[in-house]
């Protein structure tokens, strides 16, 4: 069974920055690719990142391009998601993914193309 912790979320105000930590975990588990995703109250999860791990290609969401950047991590599947320059609309629960099948890059900005997922860690950027 796969385990998927996020940590690393907390209040910030806007223009701060904080890194979110994600680690997968699982007797054979090695992950393909890591994506982070968030939800706002009231709206749908959206993209927001997403690494592969053997060639180290990134994706991000518009919104967050320039602003934020996702890492891999020296420990086996583990990544970080460095946020800057925060705005009040990151406000969200933001949710870390992992894979060890590849379905594509197709759907690395699709919730259905992830198999593990965390608890999430809240981010609150205040004005």
């Known amino acids: 069974q796969v385990q998927v912790v996020e940590s690393g979320g907390g209040l910030v105000q806007a223009g701060g920055s904080l890194r979110l930590t994600c680690t997968a975990s699982?007797?054979?588990?090695?992950?393909?690719?890591m994506g982070w995703f968030r939800q706002a109250p009231g709206k749908e999860r959206e993209f927001v990142a997403a690494?592969?791990?053997?060639?180290?290609?990134?994706y991000y969401a518009e919104t967050v391009k320039g602003r934020f950047m996702i890492s891999r991590g020296n420990a086996k599947n583990t990544n970080y998601l460095q946020m800057n320059n925060l705005k009040p609309e990151d406000t969200a629960v933001y949710y870390c993914a992992a894979n060890q099948r590849s379905y594509g890059t197709i759907t690395t900005d699709r919730a259905n193309g992830y198999d593990n997922w965390g608890r999430g860690t809240q981010v609150t950027v205040s004005s």
């Open positions: 690494i592969y791990w053997n060639s180290g290609s990134e």
């Open positions: 699982g007797r054979t588990f090695s992950a393909v690719r």
